[in-house]
T-cell receptor, first 114, second 113 residues
């Protein structure tokens, strides 16, 4: 069955430290891959997306993600976290053979400490 | 990319009643999706609503509870029927347009009392 896994429910990092949020998927072919961020009481904001091509994708707010086919992963990274990055992060996956609907991971809650 | 107008943005409803949520898209799109986000949870796909065909529901969601209308390529409605407090959630519509990717409505925050 197709699935999206975000292994870390909560992550705490110090402001200025680097960040990596993990996302693994199980799909039959190379899917479309997304990272969204949601602040409390707010809507979804797209950070970045991967459809094809260069496996290192640059997004907004200094985020990047790397698609690794061999590991079925699409991990999100940021070299230096700001307090304003505290939010819920969702990895989402879609594919033609699943009708293009996005399948969301359960999310990772990021806490940034001073 | 498409722009979606979703209404209402929020509502407080009595249990046992129904609420219809509307999504209007500024361009024609074939595929539209409806999601639910329960408090503190991730997004879960309710159904896919493609124009010209019956909506396809995911496991755990049924047409009697969540009837969907898709009369044309720019509009869709989701009705939450016979509501209970467990239906309190954010409901979102979404469309996909080839290389433009996915667009989400701003969501409807529903509270059932």
């Amino acid at each position: 069955a197709q699935s999206v896994t975000q292994p870390d429910i909560h992550i705490t990092v110090s402001e200025g430290a680097s960040l990596e949020l993990r996302c693994n998927y199980s799909y039959g072919a190379t899917p479309y891959l997304f990272w969204y961020v949601q602040s409390p009481g707010q809507g979804l904001q797209l950070l970045l997306k991967y459809f094809s091509g260069d496996t290192l994708v640059q997004g907004i707010k200094g985020f990047e993600a790397e698609f690794k086919r061999s590991q079925s992963s699409f991990n999100l990274r940021k070299p230096s976290v700001h307090w304003s990055d505290a939010a819920e992060y969702f990895c989402a996956v879609g594919a033609p053979n699943s009708g293009y609907a996005l399948n969301f991971g359960k999310g990772t809650s990021l806490l940034v400490t001073p | 990319s498409a722009v979606i107008s979703q209404k209402p943005s929020r509502d407080i409803c009595q249990r046992g009643t129904s609420l219809t949520i509307q999504c209007q898209v500024d361009s024609q799109v074939t595929m539209m999706f409806w999601y639910r986000q329960q408090p503190g949870q991730s997004l879960t796909l309710i159904a896919t609503a493609n124009q010209g065909s019956e909506a396809t529901y995911e496991s755990g969601f049924v047409i009697d509870k969540f009837p969907i209308s898709r009369p044309n390529l720019t509009f869709s409605t989701l009705t939450v029927s016979n509501m209970s407090p467990e239906d309190s959630s954010i409901y979102l519509c979404s469309v996909v347009q080839g290389g433009a990717g996915y667009t989400f409505g701003s969501g409807t925050r529903l509270t059932v009392v």
